[in-house]
């Protein structure tokens, strides 16, 4: 019995203790498959033209963040930083960029809404505005042709449905 117990409780610590990897817990010059290993696969690996890596890990949907990571031609971290503020924001190219493209620089979306009638659908990103105050990104993409049709900032949905089910 007393095997077994410890044989649960090394496999639950195990768990608990790969739950808590995190993208801020690499540090520059850690390389490419210390993070892989350590994070798991990320959103999206791109292959820049110099031989570096870009690669992207989102926090969706309950985390209100996604990471870059740079990788240089020899595997070693050399750039880090959340994703879902208004410097990347700004990169966003409406009528140049599709899904696939977006995806690709912010990772998995929290939320994907599909509008019929108009045409169109959303990629939703949740996020923490520089005052630490909870914000929502929306892409929106045309049906047609899947390119972006703008971007629009709002207050998080999830905090003012939380905020619904609230009893004062």
């Known amino acids: 019995m007393t095997k077994i117990y410890k044989l649960i409780l090394v496999c639950c610590a195990a768990l608990f203790l790969s739950a808590c990897a995190h993208p801020d817990m690499i540090k520059l010059n850690d390389t490419y498959d210390y993070t892989v290993k350590e994070l798991g ?6 292959r820049l033209p ?3 890596i870009r690669i992207v890990y989102s ?7 996604s990471y870059v990571m740079i990788f240089n031609p020899e595997g070693k971290l050399i ?3 959340q994703l879902l503020q208004q410097k990347y924001f700004n990169q966003i190219k409406p009528k140049v960029q599709d899904s696939q493209d977006i995806y ?8 994907q809404w599909h509008y ?3 045409g169109e659908h959303t990629y939703m990103y949740r996020y923490l505005d ?3 105050f909870p914000m929502a990104l929306w892409v929106d993409f045309d049906d047609k042709d899947d390119k972006v ?3 629009v900032l709002s207050i998080d949905p999830w905090v003012q449905r939380d905020a619904d089910q609230r009893d004062f």
């Not at 696969?41 to 791109?46: C, N």
């Not at 926090?59 to 963040?65: R, T």
């Not at 690709?104 to 939320?111: A, L, R, W, Y």
């Open 59 to 65: 926090m969706q949907p309950m985390g209100q963040a």
């Open 149 to 151: 049709l703008r971007y």
């Open 116 to 118: 019929k009638n108009l």
């Open 104 to 111: 690709m620089m912010f990772g998995k979306p929290c939320e």
């Open 130 to 132: 520089e005052s630490g």
């Open 41 to 46: 696969v990320p959103d999206s690996t791109t």
């Open 50 to 52: 110099d031989g570096s």
């Open 79 to 81: 750039f880090k930083d």
